[in-house]
DNA sequence: AAGATTAAAGAGTATTTTATCTTAAATAAA
DNA sequence: TTTATTTAAGATAAAATACTCTTTAATCTT
């Protein structure tokens, strides 16, 4: 009931967001990125950190290699990886569809007195994760701004 | 990793509202609310039910009466409850002033790229919160909308 | 080919959240 | 005053989430 945080998504959500943008701005490095150092460096735990980066692995955003000198890199480029990409790829592909509530068993059909709000809000965050890559978070050279009118 | 909704709010959070608002909307019935009841109408477990109200009761929100005919009921008009108010109650009083993420130990002086992103979403919504109160959700009679300009 | 390095995969543990059960305290009615 | 009703409070249990450990497979270096 307290020491709870807003936080719309889970730890592995984080993490992932994390280290991925962790990589998009050290990329200079060309090279795979060690997923021992990158724990230590970020402080998360080696083995969590190494299942979240596995499943980013197979959802097509990073490729990874084995062996010496092995890690993780981006399989796309930051400029093509949306967040809204990301998050669907670490929280579930329907994370944008569903209610914030989280109530089931509703919809349309019988929307609660909070539905249309929920939408506004819903849709709204909806397109700001999808027109936002993780090139732009990196660079903080994103403009576009939320401004509530009428 | 599949499965999970896009929830803002914990279970407590949302059986809360929805308790709240179910009252908001049966408020005719003048004297106090049965939480027995209520937790049938609602489908949610009596004992979890009466645990939040009783936050809610002792945040100020709701007042309750044991014994015969007993029950709780709004402390304020509905009117003048915000839901900011209610999620702070039920989330925590921090809720809106700590990150989305919630990452812990950073802040304005040492912003991680999607601060300045995070905030813009975050005070939205908190002025959103502020400003709407249980009786607007529950009539449905807000004009006010979300729009993306710039 | 052998050994070292590194990610993948799966099993197991710990912590937190959600839910239930039991007992106590307050109130009302008989 | 006794009994029934109803919320309060605290202990316990179940489920979900977060984290750790161990083993396996791929790749490189020698
Ligand atoms: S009707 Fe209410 S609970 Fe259902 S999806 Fe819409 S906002 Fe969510
Ligand atoms: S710097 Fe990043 S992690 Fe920290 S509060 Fe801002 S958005 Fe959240």
Redesign the pocket.
């Known amino acids: 009931m307290s020491g709870?945080l807003m936080k719309v998504i889970?730890?592995?959500g984080e993490?992932g967001l994390r280290a991925l943008l962790y990589m998009a701005s050290n990329q200079k490095n060309k090279g795979?990125?060690?997923?021992?150092d990158m724990s230590e460096e970020l402080d998360?735990?080696?083995?969590?950190l190494?299942?979240i980066?596995?499943v980013l692995?197979?959802k097509g955003i990073l490729q990874?290699?084995?062996?010496?000198?092995?890690?993780?890199g981006f399989f796309k480029n930051p400029e093509e990886i949306t967040l809204s990409a990301i998050i669907r790829a670490l929280e579930g592909d329907d994370f944008f569809d569903k209610c914030l509530l989280g109530l089931p068993g509703c919809g349309e059909r019988q929307p609660c007195p909070m539905h249309a709000y929920w939408m506004d809000i819903r849709n709204n965050l909806k397109y700001e994760f999808e027109t936002t890559s993780l090139a732009d978070l990196g660079q903080d050279t994103r403009e576009k701004q939320f401004r509530l009118i009428a």
Chains 1, 2 share one sequence.
């Open positions: 709870r889970s730890k592995s993490y795979y990125f060690n997923i021992r998360i735990s080696f083995h969590f190494t299942k980066l596995q692995t197979q990874s290699y084995r062996g010496p000198n092995g890690g993780v």
